[in-house]
Nanobody, 123 residues
Framework: QLQLVESGGGLVQPGGSLRLACTTS??????VGWFRQAPGKEREGVAC????????SYADSVKGRFTISRDNAKNTVYLEMNALKPEDTAVYYC??????????????????WGQGTQVTVSS
């Protein structure tokens, strides 16, 4: 049973940057996805990374601005977010599963979820 813990959220001005982290013991064995959910909207997949870190995927809305990476020695997956926009405002969640799935944006593909961290982009 994984207990994922997200950190790094906060308030940032448009154009700014934040780095989110997702950590738990044993995370190196799992593919990890980052999702976000804005008020009144469905949870959407943002990025995903394989257990080895050798493959990543991104939603079109964040390509070129967000980077997912991992440090398996630290049992941590990161989401570096640059050039943030007000529409990036949401609660961000990390999720994990033993297997990287082609349908990585689907919520049901992940067995474990964190509690989320709030990201607010506003001037």
């Amino acid at each position: 049973q994984l207990q994922l813990v997200e950190s790094g959220g906060g308030l940032v001005q448009p154009g700014g940057s934040l780095r989110l982290a997702c950590t738990t013991s044993g995370l190196e064995r799992y593919a990890v996805g980052w999702f976000r959910q804005a008020p009144g909207k469905e949870r959407e997949g943002v990025a995903c990374i394989t257990g080895s870190g050798g493959s990543t995927s991104y939603a079109d809305s964040v390509k070129g601005r967000f980077t997912i990476s991992r440090d398996n020695a630290k049992n941590t997956v990161y989401l570096e977010m640059n050039a943030l926009k007000p529409e990036d405002t949401a609660v961000y969640y990390c999720a994990a599963d033993l297997y990287y799935k082609p349908l990585w944006t689907k919520i049901y593909e992940y067995q474990y979820w964190g509690q989320g961290t709030q990201v607010t982009v506003s001037s």
